[in-house]
């Protein structure tokens, strides 16, 4: 077996799935761009069959990544495998990945298919794949359920049919690390010409142990591919996280003797952009990419590792991508300054029209707080890739009132198609009031499902706060972000974004319901 690990990220396709995460065509293309630059080995774009949009999304996809392999889901039919096909063909390098449930409760229950029928079916997908693609992979849905003598009959006949990566999930987050571990290992045993594939595993957080999971069916069962997302983003309780692996075989290389191609100072900005796109923020305490993952309160350990960094880190925040001095810019700092800061955080603005723009934001931020962080220049630049021209929606000013045994009230002006519109409201916040002022006069009726704050840097009382706002209305779930010193400020933008996205007829390529 290979001792290197293949990373595949379905940030895009089964991350997407989490309600309310859906993206845009450009959002996609946003975070495809920063899992290249991660070094990602494959990319699962989408789910071609999905939507008109998710078809879109993948070939434009497809046709600007070139060191990663890019990839589509598809179920095992034709019309699903020929989608894909198509969307993918301007890849340089393309990955088909079909499915079909083989565990005897789906069989039965959700295909109502005999065991036979669906060997016979994941056959046939596999050997239609092969029209578009030599790169084919098969997944087993529900593979952990699965009889293990069936599998192994379904496993040996996709791979004699030309699938080259067998991927087994623990779809429903019901293995133990130990457990799941040792059924790869005897799949693997009771599949013939299992050598003749790579083992995949993918695995689902509902008990905590996706990352646990992944690591055994490397280290226990001679898996060689970990299907994972950034931030372990995904419906119900999330993937296996990325960054926890990678750093685990990385960090643990004496236990594990494994290596894997990712570009680990990429992770960081990798985490904040899928947080930023998404509305999905990072707890603090998220191993690897939370920002007190580096943290010391301690009076022992802040001693100790002042001492040396190694009595209480086992990586350095450095490794990942955090900077080591995140107090760079202020109000006197120039545009160069700012572009080279840029750069060095990995964040790419396409024209300088934008990074004018950023600037200015700056500018306009350092205005009213003294110290500008790593995390509030991610924060500015977190909408650069939406146009504005397109918005129907833009913040313009508040002012509120709050006072103890007082109602409180707001007054909000935003612009409306280029018109200016002024709204007063009372609430029992600061924050309901403008919420019920823009209300007022938009008439959106959409139902606020989401309100989350979290402080963009910490330690200081000048922290920009960030503010989420997740909306449905009519079946469409979306997330509005928005980032202001003033949270009341941030949760005026956070709801006005997300109104010009439900606004937005083309705003999600998977809507969810």
């Given at each position: 077996?290979?001792?290197r690990?293949?990373?595949?990220?379905?940030?895009?396709?089964?991350?997407?799935?989490?309600?309310?995460?859906s993206?845009?065509?450009?959002?996609?293309?946003?975070?495809?761009?920063?899992?290249?630059?991660l070094?990602?080995?494959?990319?699962?774009?989408g789910f071609?069959?999905?939507?008109?949009g998710?078809?879109?999304?993948?070939?434009s996809i497809?046709?600007?990544?070139?060191?990663s392999?890019?990839?589509?889901?598809?179920?095992?039919n034709?019309?699903?495998?020929?989608?894909?096909?198509?969307?993918?063909?301007?890849?340089?390098?393309?990955?088909?990945?079909?499915f079909?449930a083989?565990s005897?409760?789906h069989m039965?229950?959700?295909?109502?298919?005999?065991?036979?029928?669906?060997?016979?079916?994941?056959?046939?997908?596999?050997?239609?794949?092969?029209?578009?693609?030599?790169?084919?992979e098969f997944?087993?849905?529900?593979g952990?359920?699965?009889?293990l003598?069936?599998l192994?009959?379904?496993?040996?006949?996709?791979?004699?049919?030309?699938?080259?990566?067998?991927?087994i999930?623990?779809?429903?987050?019901?293995?133990?690390p130990s457990?799941?571990?040792?059924?790869?290992?005897?799949?693997?045993?009771?599949?013939?010409n299992?050598?003749?594939?790579?083992?995949?595993?993918?695995?689902?957080?509902d008990?905590?142990?996706?990352?646990?999971?992944?690591?055994?069916?490397?280290?226990?069962?001679?898996a060689?591919?970990?299907?994972c997302?950034?931030?372990?983003?995904?419906?119900r309780?999330?993937?296996?996280?990325?960054?926890?692996v990678?750093?685990?075989?990385?960090?643990?290389?004496?236990?594990?003797?494994?290596?894997v191609?990712i570009?680990?100072?990429q992770?960081?900005?990798?985490?904040?952009?899928?947080?930023n796109?998404s509305?999905?923020?990072v707890?603090p305490?998220k191993?690897?990419?939370g920002?007190n993952?580096?943290?010391?309160?301690?009076?022992?350990h802040?001693?100790?590792?002042l001492?040396a960094?190694?009595?209480?880190?086992?990586?350095?925040?450095?490794?990942v991508?955090?900077?080591?001095?995140?107090?760079?810019?202020?109000?006197?700092?120039?545009?160069?300054?700012f572009?080279?800061?840029?750069?060095?955080l990995?964040i790419?603005?396409?024209?300088?029209?934008?990074?004018?723009?950023?600037?200015?934001?700056?500018?306009?931020?350092?205005d009213?707080?003294?110290?500008?962080?790593d995390?509030?220049?991610?924060?500015?630049?977190s909408?650069?890739?939406?146009?504005?021209?397109k918005?129907?929606?833009h913040?313009?000013?508040?002012?509120?009132?709050s006072?103890?045994?007082e109602k409180p009230?707001?007054?909000v002006?935003?612009?409306?198609?280029?018109?200016?519109?002024?709204?007063?409201?009372?609430?029992?916040?600061?924050?309901?009031?403008t919420?019920?002022?823009?209300?007022?006069?938009?008439?959106?009726?959409?139902?606020?499902?989401?309100?989350?704050?979290?402080?963009?840097?910490?330690?200081?009382t000048?922290?920009?706060g960030?503010?989420t706002m997740?909306l449905?209305?009519?079946g469409?779930?979306?997330?509005?972000?928005?980032?202001d010193?003033?949270?009341?400020?941030?949760s005026?933008k956070?709801?006005?974004?997300a109104?010009?996205?439900?606004?937005?007829?083309?705003?999600?390529?998977?809507?969810?319901?």
């Amino acid at each position: 077996m290979s001792d290197r690990v293949i990373i595949f990220d379905t940030t895009l396709r089964d991350g997407e799935q989490s309600p309310g995460a859906s993206m845009t065509r450009e959002e996609k293309i946003r975070i495809a761009k920063q899992l290249e630059k991660l070094k990602v080995d494959v990319i699962e774009a989408g789910f071609a069959a999905a939507s008109n949009g998710d078809f879109e999304a993948i070939k434009s996809i497809a046709s600007v990544i070139k060191d990663s392999t890019v990839c589509s889901l598809a179920r095992a039919n034709d019309k699903d495998i020929s989608r894909a096909g198509v969307a993918l063909a301007p890849a340089e390098r393309r990955r088909i990945h079909t499915f079909i449930a083989t565990s005897p409760l789906h069989m039965e229950v959700k295909l109502r298919m005999t065991p036979d029928q669906v060997l016979e079916q994941a056959v046939k997908a596999v050997k239609f794949a092969l029209q578009y693609t030599d790169d084919v992979e098969f997944s087993a849905e529900d593979g952990y359920r699965s009889e293990l003598p069936f599998l192994a009959r379904v496993c040996e006949a996709v791979i004699k049919a030309g699938a080259r990566t067998i991927n087994i999930p623990d779809t429903v987050g019901y293995a133990v690390p130990s457990l799941y571990g040792d059924y790869i290992r005897q799949l693997r045993e009771m599949t013939p010409n299992s050598d003749k594939a790579v083992w995949s595993v993918h695995c689902h957080n509902d008990l905590g142990m996706a990352v646990a999971n992944s690591l055994a069916g490397v280290s226990i069962g001679g898996a060689r591919q970990i299907e994972c997302t950034i931030n372990g983003l995904g419906e119900r309780a999330g993937n296996c996280s990325l960054e926890e692996v990678v750093m685990a075989i990385k960090t643990r290389r004496d236990f594990f003797d494994l290596d894997v191609g990712i570009d680990t100072q990429q992770i960081v900005p990798a985490s904040r952009l899928v947080s930023n796109i998404s509305g999905f923020v990072v707890q603090p305490n998220k191993a690897i990419v939370g920002a007190n993952a580096f943290a010391h309160a301690s009076g022992i350990h802040q001693d100790g590792v002042l001492k040396a960094r190694q009595t209480y880190e086992i990586m350095t925040a450095e490794d990942v991508g955090w900077a080591a001095n995140k107090i760079v810019l202020g109000k006197l700092s120039g545009r160069n300054a700012f572009k080279q800061r840029l750069e060095a955080l990995g964040i790419e603005l396409e024209t300088e029209q934008a990074i004018n723009d950023a600037f200015q934001r700056f500018k306009d931020l350092a205005d009213r707080k003294s110290e500008i962080f790593d995390e509030d220049i991610h924060a500015l630049v977190s909408g650069e890739g939406a146009d504005a021209a397109k918005e129907q929606f833009h913040f313009v000013s508040l002012s509120q009132r709050s006072e103890t045994g007082e109602k409180p009230s707001a007054k909000v002006v935003f612009a409306s198609n280029g018109s200016e519109i002024t709204s007063e409201s009372e609430g029992n916040g600061p924050v309901d009031a403008t919420v019920k002022a823009i209300e007022a006069k938009v008439s959106s009726g959409a139902e606020l499902l989401l309100f989350s704050v979290n402080g963009i840097t910490s330690g200081t009382t000048e922290s920009q706060g960030e503010v989420t706002m997740r909306l449905q209305k009519g079946g469409r779930i979306v997330n509005g972000v928005g980032a202001d010193p003033d949270i009341v400020v941030a949760s005026a933008k956070a709801y006005l974004s997300a109104l010009n996205k439900l606004a937005s007829k083309n705003e999600k390529l998977n809507p969810q319901v």
